[in-house]
């Protein structure tokens, strides 16, 4: 069976919800194309000495809500359909969010596991100065997405600032967010994900009397969303049962510790060999019977292979688009629950809002301010999406996207069309 191309996913969701709500179908045209998809190609030098040309891309999706905003993944899946996908999700997720920004993405098709640090610095900076002022502080803000890290936004940070007149370096420091707190990033930053889907899985919980002391779980990924969720939920009682990285699965019925499990992983880079859990298949891990489950790892995890096996009553999403239109489809039947991506890791772009406010006002905040103003941020965000589901009489995600769209649409509708 033909996958659903990423895009193509987005799409959908987006008509779903246009058609419900009666989108303004001339705003429904601009909002279905991006704005602009830059692709560069560059050579590095490896250490060895030759040449190798690397393929990236930035795609900016909308910014009448402020900024291009969104991540860089250096990963071999990499492609324009992806990107593009990714791009709008941000715009939905930063509407939603309410902050001032817009929604791009970006990244390189590569294997960045195959290069030694040197190289992926020289990488990075390459790519940095190919996109040269398509990227920029007021204009589009790059943060960091799968395999990549602070390192590679310290590095981004470094180029970008070499290309601008020694005069106006201080003043763009905002040009990328999650970085390194020495360097002008935010304390909170690294968990601000897993803490945003922790915060929107409390609030749900309180509403629909669902309790969170005893549950058990499941989680696929375990890079920084999800060992953060994991370790998030652990002072909350929550179970953690099963849990699948690239390396593969482990279950225990009794409970895996994610504080430890995390350790191992940042030892070892994987999840195959820890102590506390079994080994198991994929299919295996999928049948796990459980009380919701994280999808953090990529796009197109959930699909109609694979959606019937989930034997869970929620799934909070943590990755980007883990379920296609076939998996939501019979997620649904099944009478699962989906709390949306857009609004469940939000939380990452949220603080990365701080952090670019940090760094315009020179300020610096503590982690108490930091988690304060996401619980607020992300709350409000989470009680216009519940407002929406119950007055659409809708599911979670058609919900969340009838309040991005609403406010796109209203922005555009007192701004109008130039000219």
């Not at 992926?120 to 190919?130: G, N, P, W």
């Not at 609004?343 to 760094?359: D, K, P, T």
Request: proline letters at 5%; glycine letters at 10%; hydrophobic letters at 40%.
């Amino acid at each position: 069976m033909a996958q659903t191309s990423v895009y193509e996913t987005v799409m959908v969701q987006f008509s779903r919800a246009a058609d419900l709500m009666g989108l303004d179908p001339e705003i429904r045209k601009i909002l279905s194309s991006t704005t602009n998809e830059i692709v560069v190609n560059f050579p590095v030098v490896m250490d060895s000495g030759c040449v190798q040309m690397f393929t990236g891309y930035r795609v900016q999706h909308n910014n009448v809500l402020g900024p291009y905003k969104g991540g860089l993944r250096f990963h071999p899946a990499v492609n324009i359909d992806e990107v593009r996908a990714l791009a709008a999700w941000m715009t939905w997720k930063t509407a939603i969010a309410g902050i001032p920004y817009g929604g791009a993405k970006g990244g390189i098709q590569m294997r960045p596991w195959d290069y030694s640090p040197a190289e992926l610095e020289r990488i990075t900076r390459r790519f940095t100065f190919a996109l040269g002022s398509n990227i920029g502080p007021e204009y589009d803000i790059p943060a960091p997405d799968v395999n990549t890290n602070a390192q590679i936004m310290a590095w981004i940070l470094d180029t970008y600032l070499q290309m601008m007149p020694p005069l106006e370096r201080n003043r763009c420091v905002h040009v990328v967010t999650g970085k390194p707190v020495e360097s002008g990033g935010s304390v909170g930053r690294d968990k601000a994900t897993g803490q945003g889907l922790v915060y929107v899985l409390e609030a749900w919980a309180k509403d629909y009397d669902f309790r969170l002391d005893g549950a058990t779980y499941m989680i696929q990924g375990f890079g920084n969303v999800g060992s953060w969720s994991a370790r998030l939920l652990k002072p909350h009682g929550a179970v953690l049962v099963a849990v699948e990285d690239h390396s593969g699965a482990l279950v225990n019925p009794n409970g895996i510790d994610p504080d430890a499990l995390a350790a191992y992983v940042a030892m070892h880079g994987r999840a195959q060999g820890f102590e506390g859990g079994t080994p198991v298949d994929h299919e295996t891990f999928l049948r796990t019977q459980a009380d919701f489950f994280i999808p953090a790892a990529l796009e197109n995890q959930i699909t109609a292979e694979t959606a019937p096996l989930l034997n869970v009553k929620l799934m909070v999403e943590g990755a980007n688009g883990p379920t296609d239109v076939d998996g939501d489809r019979i997620l649904q039947e099944k009478g699962i629950l989906i709390l949306p991506d857009v609004l469940c890791n939000a939380g990452g772009v949220i603080v990365s809002y701080f952090e670019w406010l940090q760094n315009k006002r020179s300020e610096f905040w503590d982690l108490a301010e930091v988690d304060g103003r996401l619980l607020k941020q992300i709350l409000s965000a989470y009680r216009r999406v519940r407002d929406a589901v119950q007055r659409y009489n809708t599911d979670w995600r058609t919900g969340a996207y009838i309040v991005a769209l609403t406010r796109l649409q209203t922005v555009y509708r007192e701004r109008g069309i130039f000219p």
